[in-house]
């Protein structure tokens, strides 16, 4: 039953990365198409957003990162839509914001979790954005996408807001909550089924 799981897992995290030069893997910005399909599959699996992926690195063995983490790392490019996936991993998720890096991450990065690294990446915007030309502009734009990305990823950490508007994100993708494929029901320790799976 759990046999599509490990798949689902590398489809969100494909999902969450962009990346700034050329890729055959990954998206050069997330779009429209990529929120709904994150959307989508953390209604039907919200474990989703918990479950870690062994990522490319020279650790041994190589270290897990959940979709927020890889998120707040390797989301090269962010923009709107990457800030609403993040919004979306952290409601399910909260905990993977402040969640300690793998050792090989923290030593790399000089940072301890996703947060940490977030503003990391802020400083080194803004210090890129001082670049005279287009280098300069690409990274002023994006130090004013992480800040936001920063704001929002604190507002949903709020207890008086981690109610979340789940309503609005679907409003504004032109989504009907109803119309989507029901979670399983039975969500007490027991493993997400896949996609198609029947339900009771």
């Not at 929002?152 to 109803?178: H, I, N, Y």
Request: aromatic letters at 4%; glycine letters at 4%.
């Amino acid at each position: 039953k759990t046999r599509f799981v490990p798949l689902l897992l590398q489809v969100l995290h494909g999902l969450v990365q962009t990346r700034a030069e050329r890729s055959d893997r990954y998206a050069p910005a997330h779009t429209r198409q990529a929120v709904e399909s994150v959307a989508v599959l953390l209604h039907v699996y919200p474990t989703l957003a918990r479950g870690l992926v062994c990522v490319d690195s020279d650790g041994d063995p190589p270290p897990r990162l959940s979709a927020l983490q890889l998120l707040c790392l390797r989301c090269e490019v962010v923009d709107r839509h990457s800030i609403t996936i993040a919004k979306l991993l952290a409601r399910q998720a909260p905990e993977m914001y402040a969640k300690t890096l793998p050792r090989a991450f923290r030593k790399q990065l000089a940072v301890g979790n996703a947060s940490s690294a977030l503003k990391r990446r802020k400083e080194e915007a803004a210090e890129a954005s001082r670049l005279t030309g287009a280098e300069g502009a690409a990274a002023a734009q994006q130090h004013t996408m992480l800040c936001e990305l920063e704001d929002a990823l604190d507002g949903v950490m709020l207890p008086s807001l981690d109610t979340a508007s789940m309503g609005q994100t679907w409003k504004s993708l032109g989504l009907k909550q109803e119309d989507l494929p029901s979670p399983p029901r039975n969500r007490t320790n027991t493993a997400p089924r896949p996609l198609g799976a029947e339900t009771e």
